[in-house]
């Protein structure tokens, strides 16, 4: 099983990223995802998931205007589109499928 997750970078606050995960050796329609947020020196948060067919979605309230998450099944992929980005956006940016997680995408938010 392979995750990674990709898209992050450098970015001003206020900013926008589209980042990425793509799975491999998985039956990626049969897993319910997961997006994840751990900013330095912090645990670890959850702030989206999505069931397997993508029709049911969970945002965390605190990010729920920002960020929008989707899946397409075809190509074993999700993208979680985030807007506005705020300085306490830093940090690694993790997928999950099913219980398989990628090394994440460093996100840096910063004039």
């Known amino acids: 099983v392979q995750v990674v ?3 992050g970078g450098l970015v001003q606050p ?6 990425s995960c793509a799975a ?6 049969t897993l ?20 397997r067919s993508g029709g049911d979605t ?9 960020f929008t998450v ?4 075809a190509k074993n992929t999700s993208v979680l589109l985030i807007k506005n980005l705020r300085p306490e956006g ?3 940016y993790y997928c999950r499928i099913g219980l398989s997680g990628g090394k994440g995408t ?3 938010v910063s004039s």
């Open 5 to 7: 997750e990709s898209g």
């Open 14 to 19: 206020g900013g926008s990223l589209r980042l």
């Open 24 to 29: 491999s050796g998985v039956t990626f329609s």
């Open 32 to 51: 319910g995802l997961g997006w994840y947020h751990q900013a330095p020196g912090k645990e670890r948060e959850l702030l989206a998931t999505l069931n």
């Open 58 to 66: 969970y945002v965390s309230d605190s990010v729920r205007e920002r």
């Open 70 to 73: 989707s899946r397409d099944n």
């Open 90 to 92: 830093t940090g690694v």
């Open 106 to 108: 460093r996100v840096t």
